[in-house]
């Protein structure tokens, strides 16, 4: 211990190169060499952005970075056509001073970034497999120490390669540790490109695309403010571009295409005089090319149909560009024949739903509003035909009953309206005294079911902000779910606590359990199980015990096996 002590308060920039380097050199596993690197190079070299890149074949791959803004990770950029593969093309470090002054480097790509002085070491000079980026803020020579540093970084993580075997590895996967931009397309594009991927037609588009022109890469492109995403591609040119592959939005042509609408199309950007200088075709090493816009029915811009290729092609012609405007119009035709039919099947789901509720409701309400009705009317006639009797206070309280019962009915379904209409059922909340009006709810329906035992175990010693009689009304119907669905012979089981933050009220019962494919109908209008069929109510007492749950922002679960089956309301406190 004392020995680490001495040593780290007497810590020199010797010191900490060397034990870096060491900890590169030893690493067993690519992620330890790319944290090492991430983790020291700058506060070594002093800079302000480091950059782990890959050499994939022609291709540069930037898959790491740890700097005061971001720069390139995840993305794909051709050796020919960047610093970092200047470096590893060349087998030398190389340092620009000042990035807008060489012309190796891509400017156009820099000026969104801090950079304005970098240095880039390649890793494993004699056959180089990648290279460390080093970046600075400010227009700056490195010092002969910092390049040096530098180097032996990367001349670290080379050993550590050879010590790995990660050079033949990293031949025969695409993997790096940390992967490229595919695995980073957020839901919203994946359903784009999930959208183009259902067209039939695309596949054919491209063939024929490629087949018409010569070229060797078309792709159908979502095209956003910020993303440049592939959605479906054929590549014979081996770009390297994947369905939900990504390129720098700013490297692109698209990017301008969605500004102003129109098609971009050049035989050879070389001799091109309007394109011969732009950054695209120099960055990507184009020379023949064609970007036409996808316009949906509503004016709404998807993104780009294109082909590129390296070598000059014959597409500026009349044929090769109404041929083209086609295939994007139809393209764009069958996303949104797409979206209407989407939205159609949606909305035909939404109609059958209410079909459904409203049989439903018709049926249930018919049937459960008949039985008073006829009790109501017959103790009616009872009374005209009889008159006053001894047994008329007893017909009167029947009657009451029956009114009741409707009663019931009629704030269910008000209930239901709200729920279902009005955006959920009200919750005024106050402070009271949960225990109070469980004892409470359990007190009425034991009256009113005599022959039930009811277990009780309250342990709320508090006071808690809630609707009392939302919630009275919703451990009512869990209760009575409980007593209707229930075991005779056995007892209901009612236990609340606070567990976790969370208020907890648990109804459990014991008799058959619930079937698996029936839990998550339980909680919707008009569901009464077949043990219960020619019972009364309307079948909404567990989905209003739901709502009012959500009213409280809490939810009701549902378990149940040959033990018991038990509902168990939770909400925050």
Same mark, same amino acid.
Request: one cysteine or more; hydrophobic letters at 40%.
């Given at each position: 211990?004392?020995?680490?002590?001495?040593?780290?308060?007497?810590?020199?920039?010797?010191?900490?190169?060397?034990?870096?380097?060491?900890?590169?050199?030893?690493?067993?596993?690519?992620?330890?060499?790319?944290?090492?690197?991430?983790?020291?190079?700058?506060?070594?070299?002093?800079?302000?952005?480091?950059?782990?890149?890959?050499?994939?074949?022609?291709?540069?791959?930037?898959?790491?970075?740890?700097?005061?803004?971001?720069?390139?990770?995840?993305?794909?950029?051709?050796?020919?056509?960047?610093?970092?593969?200047?470096?590893?093309?060349?087998?030398?470090?190389?340092?620009?001073?000042?990035?807008?002054?060489?012309?190796?480097?891509?400017?156009?790509?820099?000026?969104?970034?801090?950079?304005?002085?970098?240095?880039?070491?390649?890793?494993?000079?004699?056959?180089?497999?990648?290279?460390?980026?080093?970046?600075?803020?400010?227009?700056?020579?490195?010092?002969?120490?910092?390049?040096?540093?530098?180097?032996?970084?990367?001349?670290?993580?080379?050993?550590?390669?050879?010590?790995?075997?990660?050079?033949?590895?990293?031949?025969?996967?695409?993997?790096?540790?940390?992967?490229?931009?595919?695995?980073?397309?957020?839901?919203?594009?994946?359903?784009?490109?999930?959208?183009?991927?259902?067209?039939?037609?695309?596949?054919?588009?491209?063939?024929?695309?490629?087949?018409?022109?010569?070229?060797?890469?078309?792709?159908?492109?979502?095209?956003?403010?910020?993303?440049?995403?592939?959605?479906?591609?054929?590549?014979?040119?081996?770009?390297?571009?994947?369905?939900?592959?990504?390129?720098?939005?700013?490297?692109?042509?698209?990017?301008?295409?969605?500004?102003? %609408?129109? /098609?971009?199309?050049?035989? &050879? *950007?070389?001799?091109?005089?309007?394109?011969? @200088?732009?950054? =695209?075709? +120099?960055?990507?090493?184009?020379?023949?090319?064609?970007?036409?816009?996808?316009?949906?029915?509503?004016?709404?811009?998807?993104?780009?149909?294109?082909?590129?290729?390296?070598?000059?092609?014959?597409?500026?012609?009349?044929?090769?560009?109404?041929?083209?405007?086609?295939?994007?119009?139809?393209?764009?035709?069958?996303?949104?024949?797409?979206?209407?039919?989407?939205?159609?099947?949606?909305?035909?789901?939404?109609?059958?739903?209410?079909?459904?509720?409203?049989?439903?409701?018709?049926?249930?309400?018919?049937?459960?509003? %008949?039985? /008073?009705?006829?009790?109501? &009317? *017959?103790?009616?006639?009872?009374?005209?035909? @009889?008159?006053? =009797?001894? +047994?008329?206070?007893?017909?009167?309280?029947?009657?009451?009953?029956?009114?009741?019962?409707?009663?019931?009915?009629?704030?269910?379904?008000?209930?239901?309206?709200?729920?279902?209409?009005?955006?959920?059922?009200?919750?005024?909340?106050?402070?009271?005294?949960?225990?109070?009006?469980?004892?409470?709810?359990?007190?009425?329906?034991?009256?009113?079911?005599?022959?039930?035992?009811?277990?009780?175990?309250?342990?709320?010693?508090?006071?808690?902000?809630?609707?009392?009689?939302?919630?009275?009304?919703?451990?009512?119907?869990?209760?009575?779910?409980?007593?209707?669905?229930? *075991?005779?012979?056995?007892?209901?089981?009612? @236990?609340?606590?606070?567990?976790?933050?969370?208020?907890?009220?648990?109804?459990?019962?014991?008799?058959?359990?619930?079937?698996?494919?029936?839990?998550?109908?339980?909680?919707?209008?008009?569901?009464?199980?077949?043990?219960?069929?020619?019972?009364?109510?309307?079948?909404?007492?567990?989905?209003?015990?739901?709502?009012?749950?959500?009213?409280?922002?809490?939810?009701?679960?549902?378990?149940?096996?040959?033990?018991?089956?038990?509902?168990?309301?939770?909400?925050?406190?």
């Amino acid at each position: 211990m004392t020995a680490e002590i001495e040593r780290s308060q007497y810590s020199t920039p010797l010191s900490s190169l060397t034990d870096a380097v060491a900890r590169i050199s030893r690493a067993r596993s690519l992620d330890d060499v790319i944290s090492t690197v991430r983790s020291t190079a700058r506060s070594l070299i002093g800079c302000e952005g480091i950059a782990i890149i890959r050499l994939e074949g022609e291709l540069c791959h930037y898959v790491e970075e740890d700097a005061i803004g971001p720069l390139w990770k995840g993305h794909t950029f051709p050796a020919s056509a960047c610093i970092s593969g200047w470096a590893m093309l060349n087998r030398q470090t190389v340092v620009v001073a000042d990035v807008s002054k060489d012309e190796r480097i891509p400017y156009e790509l820099y000026a969104s970034t801090f950079v304005k002085a970098v240095a880039m070491a390649p890793i494993k000079v004699d056959d180089p497999v990648g290279a460390i980026g080093a970046y600075w803020s400010q227009t700056y020579e490195p010092s002969k120490w910092e390049i040096e540093v530098l180097e032996a970084l990367a001349s670290a993580a080379a050993t550590a390669a050879d010590t790995m075997q990660l050079i033949a590895e990293l031949k025969r996967t695409s993997d790096f540790a940390l992967n490229a931009r595919p695995t980073e397309v957020s839901g919203i594009y994946e359903a784009d490109i999930a959208r183009v991927t259902d067209i039939a037609a695309v596949p054919r588009i491209l063939d024929v695309a490629l087949r018409m022109t010569g070229m060797g890469f078309a792709a159908v492109a979502r095209v956003t403010e910020d993303r440049w995403i592939a959605c479906q591609v054929l590549d014979h040119a081996g770009f390297g571009l994947k369905p939900g592959g990504e390129l720098p939005l700013k490297s692109t042509l698209c990017d301008e295409i969605r500004n102003h %609408r129109q /098609p971009v199309v050049f035989n &050879d *950007a070389s001799s091109d005089p309007k394109y011969c @200088d732009h950054h =695209t075709p +120099r960055i990507y090493g184009l020379r023949g090319y064609i970007s036409v816009p996808i316009i949906l029915a509503d004016g709404q811009f998807f993104g780009t149909l294109c082909a590129i290729d390296p070598n000059p092609a014959k597409v500026n012609n009349p044929e090769v560009l109404g041929a083209f405007t086609l295939f994007a119009e139809l393209i764009g035709h069958h996303l949104h024949a797409g979206d209407s039919l989407d939205r159609t099947r949606a909305a035909l789901d939404v109609e059958r739903n209410l079909s459904e509720l409203r049989e439903q409701f018709i049926a249930v309400l018919g049937h459960d509003l %008949r039985n /008073p009705i006829a009790a109501i &009317d *017959a103790g009616t006639n009872k009374l005209l035909k @009889d008159g006053w =009797t001894d +047994r008329s206070p007893h017909i009167l309280g029947l009657m009451k009953a029956s009114l009741g019962r409707m009663s019931g009915l009629v704030d269910n379904i008000l209930d239901l309206a709200r729920a279902r209409l009005g955006g959920g059922i009200t919750v005024t909340k106050s402070t009271g005294d949960v225990a109070a009006i469980l004892n409470q709810v359990v007190e009425e329906i034991n009256i009113a079911n005599p022959d039930r035992e009811m277990v009780t175990s309250l342990n709320i010693l508090h006071e808690l902000s809630f609707d009392p009689d939302r919630f009275a009304q919703m451990v009512s119907n869990l209760v009575s779910n409980a007593i209707t669905h229930g *075991a005779e012979d056995e007892p209901i089981f009612i @236990d609340s606590r606070i567990h976790a933050g969370q208020l907890e009220v648990r109804v459990s019962n014991g008799g058959r359990p619930i079937p698996s494919s029936d839990i998550d109908k339980l909680f919707m209008p008009f569901r009464r199980g077949g043990a219960t069929t020619g019972m009364e109510g309307l079948g909404l007492g567990l989905f209003i015990a739901s709502e009012i749950a959500k009213g409280h922002g809490g939810i009701i679960s549902v378990s149940s096996d040959d033990t018991e089956t038990a509902f168990t309301f939770r909400m925050p406190i």
